[in-house]
């Protein structure tokens, strides 16, 4: 079992940075692969960026590639999304997530923390 707490957003104008943290309990945490999702008002919850276990592999989505950065800490149990140069369109509920496998899907993660909010003003 892994539970995970998200914190870190907020709001901010567009062109800013924000970093969002995720804090996993149990001891098994360098095992998992973490991702980062969103989810606007009326949309469906769409991926972010991945990271293995090592943090020696990571993924993004396009719209976010080259503003945002995943990495995690796997003697603090965290792992991290700094997010830059942030725009209207990224405003949304943020989740971490974790399994076994580094994936890029929804249905692909098992444990979910309960969101951040992220606004972004024009």
């Known amino acids: 079992q892994v539970q995970l707490v998200e914190s870190g957003g907020g709001l901010v104008q567009a062109g800013g940075s924000l970093r969002l943290s995720c804090a996993a309990s149990?001891?098994?945490?360098?095992?998992?692969?973490m991702g980062w999702f969103r989810q606007a008002p009326g949309a469906e919850r769409e991926f972010v960026a991945a990271?293995?276990?090592?943090?020696?592999?990571?993924y993004y989505a396009d719209s976010v590639k080259g503003r945002f950065t995943i990495s995690r800490d796997n003697v603090k149990n965290t792992v991290y999304l700094q997010m830059n140069s942030l725009k209207p369109e990224d405003t949304a509920a943020y989740y971490c997530?974790?399994?076994?496998?580094?994936?890029?899907?929804?249905?692909?993660?098992?444990?979910w923390g309960q969101g951040t909010q992220v606004t972004v003003s024009s």
């Open positions: 997530a974790a399994d076994r496998t580094m994936a890029l899907g929804v249905d692909e993660y098992h444990y």
């Open positions: 149990g001891r098994t945490f360098s095992s998992y692969a």
């Open positions: 990271i293995s276990w090592s943090g020696g592999h990571t």
